[in-house]
């Protein structure tokens, strides 16, 4: 089955601990990239990659940091965390030149 | 001014009714034109695509495409309380330099049985 898996699906933490959201999916795509959910905000672009070793800063980068070392996996690192990254997170992936992106279930983070 | 930008609601219709989703974008060189439904809680899922002007029906769903206005629509005909969600619209405009979506901040339709 074609899909993108994110854990861990429900977090809750403290301000500065650092923590990573992990994002798979096994339909050798390219294009993978992070998004988080605000009310009234929509969905934001926080980051993306092209292809393995080539990422770059989407809309609202500030605060994360992502690798992309091999196709299928791209995690979301939030180094020192902080209250406004309360959110909820979503990982896609869509091959290169498709249309179809394909979000995980998302991923609800909370900081205090 | 937001790049795309629609119409928070809730837009309430009775079931068997249509619904009509609406959805402006700023930047005139955008091509390609996404409709998403996402359930409260849930990950969006694509509904429909367009990139020409024009009608794109696909059964109960009808997407139009206006590109002279900058304007995109999705008609939902005989809606039912399942529908009942947000509509993102999303757009792939050239102006951000890289293939990515923007969204809008949806739409949310309640369909009242």
């Known amino acids: 089955e074609a899909q993108v898996t994110q854990n861990p699906r429900y977090l809750i933490t403290v301000t500065g601990k650092k923590l990573t959201v992990t994002c798979s999916q096994n339909?050798?795509?390219?294009?993978m990239s992070w998004y988080r959910q605000d009310p009234g905000l929509g969905l934001r672009q926080i980051y993306y990659s092209m292809n393995v070793e080539v990422t770059d800063k989407g809309d609202v980068p500030e605060g994360y940091k992502v690798s992309r070392k091999e196709k299928r996996n791209f995690p979301l690192i939030l180094e020192s965390p902080s209250p406004n990254q309360t959110s909820l997170y979503f990982c896609a992936s869509s091959p290169d030149r498709g249309n179809t992106i394909y979000f995980g279930e998302g991923s609800w983070l909370t900081v205090v | 001014q937001k790049e795309v930008e629609q119409n928070s609601g809730p837009l309430s219709v009775p079931e068997g009714a249509i619904a009509s989703l609406n959805c402006t974008y700023s930047d005139r060189g955008s091509q390609s034109f996404f409709w998403y439904r996402q359930y409260s809680g849930k990950s969006p899922e694509l509904i429909m695509f367009i990139y020409s002007n024009g009608d794109k029906e696909d059964g109960r769903f009808t997407a139009q495409l206006n590109k002279a206005s900058q304007y995109v629509s999705l008609l939902i005909r005989d809606s039912q309380p399942s529908d009942s969600a947000t509509y993102l619209c999303?757009?792939?405009?050239?102006?951000?330099?890289?293939?990515?979506?923007?969204f809008g901040s949806g739409t949310r339709l309640q369909v009242q049985p």
């Open positions: 999303a757009v792939i405009s050239p102006r951000t330099g890289r293939r990515a979506l923007t």
């Open positions: 339909m050798n795509h390219e294009y």
